[in-house]
Nanobody
Framework: QVQLVESGGGLVQPGGSLRLSCEAS????????MGWYRQTPGKQRELVAS???????NYADSVKGRFTISRDNAKNTVYLQMNSLRPEDAAVYYC??????????????WGQGTQVTVSS
């Protein structure tokens, strides 16, 4: 199975920036799309951004122009650069990776989550 380890969360002031990283490891045939969800207690999980293996991206309307998703296929790593952070961006951010395992079974792996807090 694939493990995804996230890093980069923390406390930042409004208007500040953070860069999240998520590295996938394990037995991987091919990783297809990767992306980031975020979750706040009492709110529905929201897809923040996604990126295909070829680099096509999609963003939630609330983060367009402020967040940038990217990936390094050689490192099996996806990044989320978050600029101009707002208090409403505070959440636990979870990365995911869609992949085929060694038995040709399509899977989705999840990171453990990293806390982003935006506060003055």
């Amino acid at each position: 199975q694939v493990q995804l380890v996230e890093s980069g969360g923390g406390l930042v002031q409004p208007g500040g920036s953070l860069r999240l990283s998520c590295e996938a490891s394990g037995v991987i045939v091919s990783i297809n799309a990767m992306g980031w969800y975020r979750q706040t207690p009492g709110k529905q999980r929201e897809l923040v951004a996604s990126i295909t293996r070829g680099g096509n991206t999609n963003y939630a309307d609330s983060v367009k122009g402020r967040f940038t998703i990217s990936r390094d296929n050689a490192k099996n790593t996806v990044y989320l650069q978050m600029n101009s952070l707002r208090p409403e961006d505070a959440a636990v951010y979870y990365c995911y990776a869609d992949y085929y395992d060694s038995l040709w079974s399509r899977q989705r792996g999840w990171g453990q989550g990293t806390q982003v807090t935006v506060s003055s």
